[in-house]
Structure formats: structure tokens, C-alpha cells
């Protein structure tokens, strides 16, 4: 059904976002991880890993 391929796609779309973010920060590219993550966030506002991660990085970024 269409409702269910669409919450796939967030699925897909946020899993991959994370992912390239999990990238982004082995390469020390932390402003681009936090970006990535922030719009992973937006797909997926109640997962926990992703807020860690948001929380990491603007410590590592002097954000908070």
C-alpha cells in the first residue's frame, strides 16, 4: 500500500542519511555529519542514536 512505501522510503532515507553522517564524522568532516544528522533528525525525531550523535557533535563543535 502507499502509505506503507512511504514509510520505507523515510526509513531508507534516514538510514542512509546516518549512515553518510557515521562517514562523514570518520573522515573529520563533523560540520557536514551534523548537518546530515540534523536532517535525519527531522525524518526520525524520536530516535535515540540519532540525538546522541546531534548532542555529540555540537559539543565537538562548540554548538551548545
Known sequence: ???RSRGLGDVYKRQTLRDV???????????????LMKI???IR????????????YSKALSLT
Open 45 to 56: 525525531p524520536n530516535g535515540l542514536f540519532i540525538k546522541q550523535k546531534l548532542d555529540e
Open 21 to 35: 553522517a557515521i562517514n562523514c564524522e570518520k573522515d573529520n568532516r563533523l560540520e557536514d555529519a551534523y548537518k
Open 40 to 42: 535525519a533528525h527531522i
Open 1 to 3: 500500500d502507499v502509505e
